[in-house]
């Protein structure tokens, strides 16, 4: 199918047209076909001037802190407001059929349904840092399709999911009452990139919520966002990282979330922290792209695939050491006259 029929429909289909385009468009995008690669650059070439207004939103947190409960009480708060909604949920893919559950829809089952919001879950496929592969482009496809807040939410399954911070304008931090004293929560390295931390389930215990609140805030001032010159504490220009309690099931503290959000877009767009942000997630995504494609270009160098079995078996077996077997396989993609079997 043409990119222009899936340009067209994600710009100007209705509703229902629309989130079908949407769907075939992102499925485009996540194609490893050659012929389909060359489509999804022309529709992203083609959708580019159409993307750039949406707030990004990043989520994780660990297993049963409540993201999905979360999420689909703030999607079903901004409808209210006026805004239209897209979620992009990752789910761990298993390590033995590939595939994963991709359940996170089915727990949105009020926001799934509703005409003003967009969900799409995708299996994150092996990649790391708690997203899929193509998150980025499904991002600018909501984008182009007028929705106005696009949230990811990410695999939850660890402390290294920084890679959604590195593709949204916020990241927030989810996390439990009980969940570790302030020594623990300093050593959270996911923690020193929160722009905003959030205790869900605070209903089941204030008390221990409260003490969560003051111990995540105390670690927070330890860490290198008050510390650090550019970022001192009384500069009322610069967004510093906020602790939140709120409880999703209930509904209770989500305007409280929504305003601490639209104070953090007001200041890092003010200050020029917001576009800057941007521009460098724009060029790190090329070079993430640059270093796929030269694996993808190894692997199906024909000197590298004739070599491949062999090195892999000698690995294996203990006769060569796996940095020997690499740098032989390297050397038969960049000088084969060069390459030898040790």
């Not at 707030?55 to 999905?68: A, D, M, N, Q, T």
């Amino acid at each position: 199918m043409s990119p222009k029929i899936f340009l067209d429909g994600v710009l100007q289909g209705g509703a229902v047209a629309q989130r079908r385009a949407i769907s075939k468009a992102i499925t485009l995008l996540e194609s490893t076909r050659t012929d389909h690669r060359a489509q999804a650059d022309e529709l992203l070439t083609a959708l580019l001037p159409h993307t750039g207004k949406a707030f990004r939103l990043g989520i994780s947190g660990v297993p049963g802190v409540g993201k999905s409960t979360f999420i689909e009480a703030l999607g079903l708060y901004l409808i209210a407001q006026g805004h239209r909604v897209a979620v992009l949920t990752i789910d761990p893919s298993s390590t033995v059929s590939g595939g994963s559950i991709l359940g996170d829809k089915t727990r949105m089952e009020h926001l799934s349904v509703h005409e003003k919001a967009y969900i799409r879950p995708s299996p994150s496929s092996g990649t790391l840092g708690g997203v899929a592969e193509k998150t980025r482009e499904a991002m600018l496809v909501c984008e182009a399709a007028g929705y106005d807040v696009v949230i990811v939410e990410t695999v939850g399954v660890g402390q290294s999911e920084i890679a959604v911070a590195g593709m949204t304008d916020m990241f927030v931090l989810m996390q439990l009452p009980n969940a570790g004293d302030d020594l623990q929560a300093i050593k959270k390295g996911v923690m020193e990139i929160a722009d905003l931390v959030v205790i869900n389930k605070a209903d089941i215990d204030k008390n221990a919520a409260t003490r969560a609140e003051a111990q995540i805030t105390s670690s927070l001032r330890l860490l290198s966002q008050h510390g650090n010159p550019e970022n001192a504490h009384h500069n009322e220009t610069l967004w510093h990282p906020k602790v939140v309690q709120m409880s999703a099931l209930l509904g209770q503290g989500v305007d409280s979330f929504w305003a601490a959000v639209a104070q953090f877009r007001q200041l890092q767009t003010a200050n020029g922290r917001l576009a800057t942000r941007r521009e460098k997630q724009a060029l790190s995504w090329m070079w993430e792209r640059i270093d796929a494609g030269l694996k993808l270009a190894f692997r199906q160098h024909p000197q590298v695939k004739e070599l491949l079995p062999q090195m892999q078996a000698d690995v294996a077996a203990g006769r060569i050491a796996a940095s020997t077997a690499a740098r032989n396989l390297l050397l038969a993609q960049s000088h084969p006259a060069q390459a030898a079997i040790k």
